[in-house]
């Protein structure tokens, strides 16, 4: 129900706010304009349902170009490849994937529109709530979930390409044409945002199922704080204080088995903290693939995407050697990495060696019943998780261990995470901040591989040159350059000269 209502209640507020201009210039007959909307408590939910709209896109809505999250943050790591067809098969992926995509591919400027148009989308929340005639509760709620998504779309911005314009309210015409602002005002604005959403948001059981909340919040500022911790190892406390007010909260939990992390049996389930809702069949209408702007994209291409080509699937985002050789003697392997014979609900996984590209894998996160993936490949089931419990355990831990604190502090959120994914290990050992720290970082790999936070991980660690030139897709790799992508040639272009280029593209 929750999915369908904010797939509902986003068409009222996006044909509000995202119809053309011959529609605004007839005179109105009965319809939403905005001089009267954002009046009742149910304008402000179907704003708001609008503001959370854009975390599910995934393609031009035409079916012709992707960018689903993976393929940012698996394809273009150490963690899988691109997959598909054939090399030619979503060809500007191979040139991405193997650094030599230029400004001008629509793959770097779907998610430059997709940000921008729900930060668009919050900013109308965060205007119109306080003069609505809604009740007071509900105007600081649907407030609080838009600083909430206005931090979160500003956050995802910065981590695909670095400094970028700072919007914060709803822009005129004429302002349009803006130039990019500091990373650290950018990083401010969205601190600021998510300390003002945890205030007002309640805790997850107070609010609708898989919407903002306060944890969410919480965890989300620890993550935003932990990317700037290579410029300023300061955030640490701030990182370490935010993971654990979550964790202290008691609200959330691992699931007991790792393999149930990432189902849909478990979706909106303990160990989430925050996922993008995904419906299947939602009035007859599929998702991304093949519809327009106006029909919805209440599934996920995902599910089909990642499935072998023998399975019905497009076989995109496969495994790479360097995970399966890292994860051989990990627990974890078999819940992450599908190899030929791997039976899933009774129905047998062919990897096919005629299948390009060969690498003998598949994805097994978020595979699901070949009956609920394949009748409309546009219409996947599966919610995308963007914070995982776990990932909120782990970054207390990498907090803890940067901060010097004794090693009880570390192991105590660290082991939660490796007993769960295998009891019979002894809890940790190491104690040596060096040491610690790598094992951090290689338990993260083991627990979040194929989720879409790789390439971003080792970015923020200052590691990314050095990872990748140990896969031969990293072999362009330029070091200062890679861990951005470009800003779309676009949206340089209709700037009249005030947005300038990442260096070295």
């Known amino acids: 129900m929750l ?29 939403i304009i905005q001089e009267n909307f954002y009046k009742t408590n149910q304008d402000l939910e179907s704003a ?14 035409k079916g012709a170009v ?12 150490d963690d899988a490849i691109k997959g598909g ?14 650094f030599i995509g230029n400004p001008s591919l629509q793959e770097f400027l779907l998610p430059w529109q997709r940000f921008y ?5 919050s900013n109308l929340v965060i205007e119109s709530a306080p003069t609505s005639e809604a009740d007071a509760a509900t105007k600081n709620r649907v407030t609080g979930e838009a600083k909430f998504l206005r931090a979160y779309y500003h956050f995802e911005l910065i981590k695909h390409y670095g400094a970028v314009p700072l919007v914060t309210k709803v822009l005129k015409s004429d302002e349009y044409t803006l130039a990019r602002s500091p990373k650290t005002e950018v990083y401010a604005q969205i601190e600021a945002d998510l300390n003002e959403a945890a205030n007002l948001l309640p805790e997850k059981g107070g609010i609708t199922l898989g919407k903002a909340t306060k944890g969410a919040a919480l965890a989300l500022l620890a993550r935003a704080q932990m990317y700037q911790t290579l410029e300023n190892p300061a955030k640490w406390d701030d990182v370490f204080k935010n993971a654990v007010q979550v964790i202290d909260s008691k609200v959330y939990d691992l699931e007991p088995d790792f393999k149930d992390a990432c189902t849909i049996a478990t979706e909106n389930g303990k160990e989430s903290v925050f996922e993008v809702q995904h419906a299947v069949n939602m009035a007859g209408q599929g998702g991304d693939n093949g519809g327009t702007w106006t029909r919805g994209n209440e599934g996920t291409l995902q599910n089909t995407m990642t499935r072998g080509r023998a399975n ?14 890292s994860m051989s003697n990990d627990a974890r392997k078999g819940a992450t990495i599908l190899v030929n014979g791997d039976a899933i609900n009774g129905e047998i996984f062919t990897i096919n060696k005629n299948e390009y590209p060969f690498t003998g894998t598949q994805t097994r996160k978020y595979i699901e019943s070949a009956t609920s993936t394949v009748i409309n490949v546009s219409d996947g089931p599966s919610n995308l998780r963007i914070i995982r419990f776990a990932y909120v355990l782990l970054m207390a831990a990498e907090a803890a261990n940067e901060l010097g604190k004794d090693t009880s502090v570390t192991n105590k959120y660290l082991d939660r995470v490796r007993l769960r994914a295998n009891s019979k290990l002894p809890k940790n050992t190491i104690a040596e901040k060096t040491a610690l720290r790598n094992a951090i970082w290689h338990e993260r790999r083991m627990e979040l591989a194929m989720e879409g936070h790789r390439f971003f991980d080792i970015v923020r660690q200052g590691r990314a040159a050095e990872v990748m030139k140990l896969v031969p897709e990293g072999k362009n790799f330029r070091k200062g350059v890679n861990e951005v992508f ?20």
């Open 3 to 31: 999915k369908r209502n904010i797939i509902l209640y986003s068409l009222t507020a996006v044909c509000m706010t995202g119809c053309g201009k011959k529609f605004l210039q007839k005179d109105p007959q009965g319809l």
């Open 312 to 325: 019905s699937g497009w076989g995109f985002n496969c495994p790479s050697l360097n995970l399966l050789d």
């Open 66 to 77: 992707y960018a689903n999250a993976f393929f940012f943050g698996d394809v273009v790591s």
């Open 117 to 121: 148009t729900g930060i668009y989308r």
């Open 486 to 505: 470009p800003i779309p040639q676009t949206e340089i272009d209709v700037s009249r000269g005030k947005l300038t280029q990442n260096p070295g593209y």
């Open 85 to 98: 067809g054939s090399q030619s098969d979503q060809g500007n992926w191979d040139a991405i994937e193997n």
């Open 48 to 61: 708001i349902n609008a503001a959370y709209d854009p975390l599910g896109w995934e393609t031009d809505r």
